[in-house]
């Protein structure tokens, strides 16, 4: 019993001498360490503080440079004027459509392209490779790509936004390097032995542990969608069918003249819609983006041993 006792003792005298308390040249470190992220998150924090309250503020005081804090003459008139305008709603609902349908079209084009590149049995697959790869160094140019698409019937045609550049390389590749890394051969092969086809393998297997990689995708093409304005000037579509960000983009135009010389009332009305506009345009996509983030960081394996 003593023995046991005293082996006790010294265990716990052992694990007392080994805590090295922190020197202060380490606390330094952790102090410089905490000021630089602090800053950095000001520097980030700040301009999306600075447009919200901007967008409730008079335009006066944010032109003479006023507001920087907090609101001055608190008003929602900004608001109120960006949503009178005529199509507003009906952008609101075509880049809804543009941004679900457009999504769902790059994704389903996305990710078994990266799953068929990441078989190394893959016919002619290095060939491909090269070929894709071209097209991230050199493209067509825009009038080619115009009078393709005018061939094909979609000049003027408002499918283009949703089937237009349906996919990204760049995104085809990152899947491609995540199944490599992230899907077992042996759950393959256990696949395989157990009678399952490629159809099968990739349903039932790969999809469940893709979650994680489809979540980015879903993020990246979304944005891409939601963001797109100049694609409803170059193909000339009916502004019925205009995206939000189009609507917004001719709407701060119509507010100033034609080389930027603007009158009071004109540079006031600018000013208020330059700032709600890039509220009401980023409020989904920053609803959308915490619904997502959360597959980030789960099992990757998890669908396929359930």
């Known amino acids: 019993m003593n023995m046991e006792n005293q082996t006790v003792m010294d ?5 007392k001498a080994n805590k090295i308390k922190d020197p202060k040249s380490d606390l330094v470190y952790y102090i410089i360490c905490g000021l630089i992220l602090f800053l950095l998150a000001v520097v980030i924090i700040y301009p999306l503080y600075y447009i919200v309250i901007a967008s409730v503020s008079d335009p006066d005081a944010v032109m003479t440079g006023k507001v920087w804090l907090y609101p001055i003459k608190l008003t929602f008139s900004g608001y109120g004027q960006l949503f009178k305008t005529d199509n507003i709603w009906s952008s609101y ?23 068929a590149l990441s078989r190394d049995y893959l016919p002619f697959r290095k060939l491909i490779m090269v070929l894709l ?12 790509y115009i009078t393709l698409c005018r061939s094909l019937g979609l000049y003027q045609n408002p499918l283009i936004l949703v089937i237009g550049g349906g996919v990204s390389v760049y995104n085809v ?115 959308l983006y915490p619904m997502i983030e959360k597959h980030f960081g789960q099992g990757v394996l998890v669908g396929s041993f359930k």
């Open 93 to 115: 609902g075509n880049t809804l459509i543009y941004t679900l349908f457009g999504t769902l079209f790059n994704v389903v084009l996305t990710i078994p392209a990266g799953w």
């Open 11 to 15: 265990l716990k005298a052992q694990q």
């Open 173 to 287: 590749f990152m899947c491609k390097s995540f199944f490599q890394s992230n899907v077992p051969q042996e759950v393959l092969e256990a696949a395989e032995i157990d009678g399952a086809g490629e159809i099968r393998t990739f349903f039932d297997l790969v999809l469940p542990i893709a979650k994680s990689i489809i979540s980015v995708m879903v993020l990246f093409y979304a944005v891409g969608h939601w963001n797109n304005y100049i694609d409803a000037y170059i193909f000339n579509i009916d502004e019925e069918f205009y995206p939000l960000q189009t609507v917004l983009d001719g709407l701060l135009k119509a507010t100033t003249g034609g080389e930027g010389d603007v009158v009071l009332e004109q540079m006031r009305a600018a000013t208020q819609i330059k700032f709600t506009s890039i509220i009401v345009a980023t409020v989904p996509i920053l609803i």
């Open 133 to 144: 790869i071209i097209t991230m160094f050199f493209g067509g140019g825009l009038v080619p």
